[in-house]
């Protein structure tokens, strides 16, 4: 599609090839509260970026149109889905097709990553959102967030150190 | 503009930048652990701090309208924290009144979002990252990520209103 030349080309012009994960948290941040302030991206507040909230959306208000069901579902989402996930997506294609990253790998635990896919939504949106949302809803001045972020440290170090004494996997 | 294609376009950027940047917020704190590299963490600091600084310029400038965050999906209920003649830079101490069950359930599930998404080897961003690279763990990861919100619906939500 020439569409999508056009923007991969620009893209490879404007993006450099390594990006440091600063610069990525620096624009992610302006654009979480820019889309708010700017874009009405609301309510709820502190909405942006939530990578596990916005799937809940998507899927729920799928499910609900499609049998009529009442599943839970943000306010901005009542009429169309927030689409930042099938963005996300759309973007690190691109950006894997730009800089022949993108191939076929298979580490071999599929069922194994279908089930943590699972329990991390799950896990996700009882805890106010993903680990992106947690940082911005403490940055919003949430308490209850920064605590949450505070257990999902405890629960970083408890998974690294299984990982780190080969438990796990 | 619809929201729904501003955080399209929005998800585009991001997933560019995600893909070059190989940004995992999950993986800032287990690197340091493990290897000692700060990149990833930097990272998460950098968009807490961008975030903060954004909130209160924002605020200061009467763009925010202060509401505690919904628990759930249902903002509207939920009561004004703050208001605009208050000064916007420092956080809102607000929502740890909600009582020992809601805390529990945060941190709980705080730790759980944590171990899990560490042993399943990233946060969902870098796995939306990782299954559009051709990742086909990450594509099975999404599977259940999305599985997962029917699961959340007919079982999770229900054994949580047991708790509240």
Not at chain 1, 39 to 56: E, M
Not at chain 2, 18 to 41: H, N, P, W, Y
Request: a positive charge; aromatic letters at 8%.
């Amino acid at each position: 599609m020439p569409f999508v030349t056009q923007f991969v080309t620009l893209a490879g012009r404007v993006v450099p090839r390594r990006v440091s994960a600063v610069t990525y948290g620096v624009i992610a941040g302006l654009l979480a509260v820019g889309v708010q302030v700017f874009f009405g991206v609301k309510p709820p507040p502190a909405y942006g970026i939530c990578v596990a909230c916005h799937t809940r959306d998507m899927i729920a208000w799928l499910v609900n149109h499609l049998a009529g069901t009442h599943w839970e579902i943000a306010p901005v989402s009542l009429i169309l889905p927030l689409l930042t996930t099938v963005g996300l997506l759309i973007g690190a294609y691109l950006a894997a097709v730009r800089n022949h990253e993108r191939r076929k790998v298979a580490l071999g635990g599929h069922w194994r990553s279908f089930v943590y896919g699972i329990l991390v939504v799950n896990a996700a949106i009882v805890a106010l959102g993903c680990p992106t949302r947690l940082l911005l809803l403490s940055a919003y001045g949430d308490m209850l967030a920064l605590l949450t972020v505070a257990g999902l440290a405890v629960g970083i170090l408890m998974g690294t150190i299984l990982l780190s004494r080969g438990i796990a996997n | 503009m619809e929201p729904a294609l501003v955080t399209l376009i929005m998800g585009v950027i991001l997933g560019y930048l995600a893909q070059r940047s190989r940004i995992c917020f999950i993986g800032g704190l287990r690197d340091f652990v493990l290897v000692r590299d700060t990149e990833l963490l930097k990272g998460a600091a950098a968009f807490f701090v961008t975030t903060w600084l954004a909130f209160s310029v924002a605020g200061a400038l009467g763009l925010v309208d202060w509401r505690a965050p919904a628990y759930g999906g249902d903002a509207s209920a939920q009561p004004v924290v703050m208001d605009a003649s208050k000064p916007a830079v420092a956080p809102a101490s607000s929502a740890l009144d909600v009582g020992l069950p809601v805390l529990t359930v945060a941190v709980v599930a705080g730790i759980a979002l944590g171990l899990f998404s560490t042993l399943a080897n990233g946060c969902p961003t870098r796995q939306h990252v990782l299954a559009a690279q051709g990742v086909r763990d990450s594509v099975f990861y999404l599977g259940g990520f999305y599985l997962g919100v029917v699961v959340y619906n007919l079982v999770t939500k229900p054994l949580l209103a047991l708790v509240f």
